[in-house]
């Protein structure tokens, strides 16, 4: 009998995994899924439990980086996430005196600063390496 609970949390599990996509739950099935053969194999309810923990634990922690990596590889880079890595053209100069330039990227004028306190004139081109609000966080290329 204690066996069948530990098949019935794999398989809800399961299930979940498939509904949802997200690399959840799936862990936690294969925690139970070894934790049912640890059943069958004889082991009592603490030890039950703790290869469901372990398992799971480790499962998570040593496997989930790299299906992430290799499952998400067809993600489009949207709004703003879209910006880092684009070239500008500085319209007002970055200096010293004062941090916050602007810069035209595609057509649009932002407000924009160094990432290092370089100072950049106008009509240099930078690259964008992140957008902190509504301002381009710049380096010099």
Same mark, same amino acid.
């Given at each position: 009998?204690?066996?069948? @609970?530990? *098949?019935? $949390? =794999? &398989? !809800? &599990?399961? %299930?979940?995994?498939?509904? /949802?996509?997200?690399?959840?739950?799936?862990?936690?099935?294969?925690?139970?899924?070894v934790?049912?053969? +640890?059943? &069958?194999?004889?082991?009592?309810? %603490?030890i039950? =439990?703790? !290869?469901?923990? +372990? $398992?799971s634990?480790v499962? *998570? $922690?040593?496997?989930?980086?790299?299906? %992430?990596?290799?499952?998400?590889?067809?993600?489009?880079?949207?709004?703003?996430?879209?910006?880092?890595?684009?070239?500008? !053209?500085?319209?007002? /100069?970055?200096?010293?005196?004062?941090?916050?330039?602007? +810069? /035209?990227?595609?057509?649009?004028?932002?407000?924009? @600063?160094?990432?290092?306190?370089? /100072?950049?004139?106008?009509?240099?081109?930078?690259? !964008?390496?992140? $957008?902190?609000? %509504?301002?381009?966080?710049?380096?010099?290329?």
């Open positions: 009998m204690k066996s069948i @609970c530990w *098949l019935i $949390v =794999f &398989l !809800v &599990l399961l %299930v979940l995994e498939i509904i /949802s996509l997200g690399l959840t739950t799936i862990w936690f099935a294969l925690g139970a899924l934790a049912f053969i +640890a059943t &069958l194999a004889g082991a009592g309810y %603490v039950q =439990f703790i !290869v469901f923990i +372990a $398992v634990f499962t *998570l $922690v040593l496997t989930r980086p790299l299906a %992430v990596k290799y499952f998400n590889t067809n993600l489009t880079k949207t709004n703003v996430e879209a910006l880092s890595g684009k070239t500008v !053209v500085i319209t007002k /100069s970055i200096t010293e005196d004062n941090p916050f330039g602007e +810069a /035209s990227l595609d057509g649009e004028t932002w407000m924009a @600063c160094s990432e290092d306190g370089t /100072s950049m004139k106008e009509g240099e081109k930078a690259e !964008v390496v992140r $957008v902190e609000g %509504v301002k381009l966080i710049l380096k010099k290329l």
